[in-house]
């Protein structure tokens, strides 16, 4: 798996674990174990989803901790005029002639309709390190690719209200 993360997203990582386990863990037991009180469990669908939905609960444990245990720790650290992770990057698309401002995360964090790019993204590989008034390519495949111009950084955004991807 080896995910590239910055220690924050660890961290968010670890309180859903823990929001997991300590409070949607509960709640599956018991609406499992009301269900189970409904009678015959071969025809209690309330029974089946309940233990389903713990079920899932447990998978989504188990996929935290492994991404987590195998997580590959990147810094958030950059110098002052070049793009790093966090960053907003106001790009200057040329063969389009449009502006678009994007802010570079991990890939558990992406979201490109919400100018959310990951690191690990054409784009975010090609403006990663970067400097205002650069001119990079990005190629997206071996028969295309594209110019964009770095207009403007604007430092480690806050990401506070950032939500991890759920898969």
């Known amino acids: ?12 990582l670890e309180e859903e674990i823990e929001y997991r386990k300590l409070v ?7 609406a499992v174990k009301e269900a189970r009180g409904h ?5 209690n669908f309330e029974y089946h989803a309940a ?13 935290l901790e492994r991404m987590i245990r195998t997580a590959q720790v990147i810094s958030e650290d950059s110098a002052d005029d070049e793009v ?5 990057v106001e790009l200057y698309f040329v063969e389009d002639d449009e502006y ?9 964090r992406e979201d490109s309709l919400n100018g959310l790019i990951s690191n690990e993204s054409p784009l975010g590989k090609a403006i990663f390190g970067r400097k205002v008034g650069e001119t990079v390519h990005v190629q997206v495949n ?18 506070s209200n950032d939500r991890i991807r759920r898969y």
């Open 1 to 12: 798996m080896y995910d590239k993360l910055t220690q924050n997203d660890i961290k968010k």
């Open 24 to 30: 949607v863990r509960k709640e599956a037991i018991q």
């Open 39 to 43: 009678g015959d469990l071969s025809e």
């Open 51 to 63: 233990k389903k939905e713990k079920n899932q609960n447990e998978s989504r444990i188990r996929y």
């Open 84 to 88: 790093g992770m966090n960053d907003r």
């Open 100 to 108: 678009e401002t994007f802010r570079l995360v991990t890939t558990i």
């Open 142 to 159: 071996n028969t295309y690719g594209y110019d964009v111009e770095i207009r403007s950084i604007e430092k480690h955004v806050d990401d």
